[in-house]
């Protein structure tokens, strides 16, 4: 009897840790630093910059650290129709991919949550961008040579800071390219038994 129940919390604790795990990888921008670290040593041209490379690396980092804060703010529903759609969070509610929306936009409604989340993910990839040879080379290139402790020791500990904050405050949001859980559906009022 007593092994049962040490199972059972043994697997709620593996369960939660796995979720946290998911929530993790979720909120992280992978996506986006894939994009980056494919295109920044072609850009940078592998950290021996003109004005020109400085400039379209600059656009790269801008644009990859919108990406990072606009993901947070997407979400993802179940249509009437029984397809997966996907939406942004606005002060009023949802705004939908399609005319298909879910029945409870109010449920969808930006929160604090969503900015906290924006805000670690974006800094997330700015350590990751910022603190790459290539860019190093490139933009600061005497920061190298210096500081080669804080370009080490950085990218972990935010990656560990913001880790933390993900899994202590896991988001809800199941935005673009993630679909939405059974559970999500049926707390938000949008699926097509209802």
């Given at each position: 009897?007593?092994?049962?129940?040490?199972?059972?919390?043994?697997?709620?604790?593996?369960?939660?840790?796995?979720?946290?795990?998911?929530?993790?990888?979720?909120?992280?921008?992978?996506?986006?630093?894939?994009?980056?670290?494919?295109?920044?040593?072609?850009?940078?041209?592998?950290?021996?910059?003109?004005?020109?490379?400085?400039?379209?690396?600059?656009?790269?980092?801008?644009?990859?650290?919108?990406?990072?804060?606009?993901?947070?703010?997407?979400?993802?529903?179940?249509?009437?129709?029984?397809?997966?759609?996907?939406?942004?969070?606005?002060?009023?509610?949802?705004?939908?991919?399609?005319?298909?929306?879910?029945?409870?936009?109010?449920?969808?409604?930006?929160?604090?949550?969503?900015?906290?989340?924006?805000?670690?993910?974006?800094?997330?990839?700015?350590?990751?961008?910022?603190?790459?040879?290539?860019?190093?080379?490139?933009?600061?290139?005497a920061f190298e040579s210096t500081e080669n402790a804080l370009l080490m020791v950085l990218p972990p500990v935010i990656g560990a800071i913001s880790g933390a904050?993900?899994?202590?405050?896991?988001?809800?949001?199941?935005?673009?390219?993630?679909?939405?859980?059974?559970?999500?559906?049926?707390?938000?009022?949008?699926?097509?038994?209802?």
């Amino acid at each position: 009897m007593a092994k049962s129940k040490t199972s059972s919390s043994s697997s709620s604790i593996s369960g939660k840790t796995f979720t946290a795990l998911g929530n993790l990888i979720k909120l992280l921008p992978t996506g986006t630093v894939f994009i980056f670290q494919f295109l920044n040593p072609v850009l940078t041209n592998n950290g021996h910059c003109s004005p020109v490379n400085k400039f379209f690396t600059s656009i790269l980092i801008g644009l990859c650290g919108f990406s990072c804060a606009f993901s947070c703010f997407t979400d993802s529903y179940t249509g009437s129709d029984g397809m997966v759609h996907y939406g942004i969070a606005t002060v009023n509610g949802f705004w939908p991919s399609s005319d298909k929306g879910p029945s409870n936009k109010s449920s969808y409604k930006l929160r604090i949550g969503d900015f906290v989340h924006a805000f670690f993910s974006v800094i997330v990839f700015a350590v990751l961008s910022l603190l790459d040879s290539n860019t190093v080379r490139c933009f600061y290139p005497a920061f190298e040579s210096t500081e080669n402790a804080l370009l080490m020791v950085l990218p972990p500990v935010i990656g560990a800071i913001s880790g933390a904050v993900f899994m202590t405050f896991p988001d809800t949001r199941h935005g673009i390219g993630y679909r939405s859980s059974d559970s999500s559906n049926s707390n938000s009022d949008d699926s097509p038994n209802k």
